[in-house]
């Protein structure tokens, strides 16, 4: 079974940059496409973005292209998301997401961390 523990939430001001990092765990987690999410209320998680390990294929969320990014490192067996040029309305929690299908699609995989909060502030 795939484990997944987020960090690196926290307090960031407006226009300031956070990075997200996500640590798989689990004998099969290579085989899983990787993404971050994060919730709206009254409806299913977001997409911010997704990655393959390998191959460098990304997909990401219009409001995140430009903006944030997401990365590997395959030694570590982590996921990260560097977030950049934040504002309020992305506050929220943000979770990290394995799935075992084969593409990059925009809904989430069954795997999921517990979830990292990070608040943007004025």
């Not at 799935?99 to 979830?115: A, E, F, I, S």
Request: aromatic share 10%; glycine share 12%.
């Amino acid at each position: 079974q795939v484990q997944l523990v987020e960090s690196g939430g926290g307090l960031v001001q407006t226009g300031g940059s956070l990075r997200l990092s996500c640590v798989a765990s689990g004998r099969s987690s290579k085989g899983y496409i990787m993404g971050w999410y994060r919730d709206i209320p009254g409806k299913e998680r977001e997409l911010v973005a997704k990655t393959t390990w390998s191959e460098g294929n990304t997909l990401y969320a219009d409001f995140a292209k430009g903006r944030f990014t997401i990365s590997t490192d395959n030694a570590k067996k982590t996921v990260y998301l560097q977030m950049n040029s934040m504002n309020r309305a992305e506050t929220d929690v943000y979770f990290c997401n394995g799935d075992p299908r084969r593409h990059l699609l925009q809904t989430p995989g069954h795997v999921w961390g517990q979830g990292t909060q990070v608040t943007v502030s004025s």
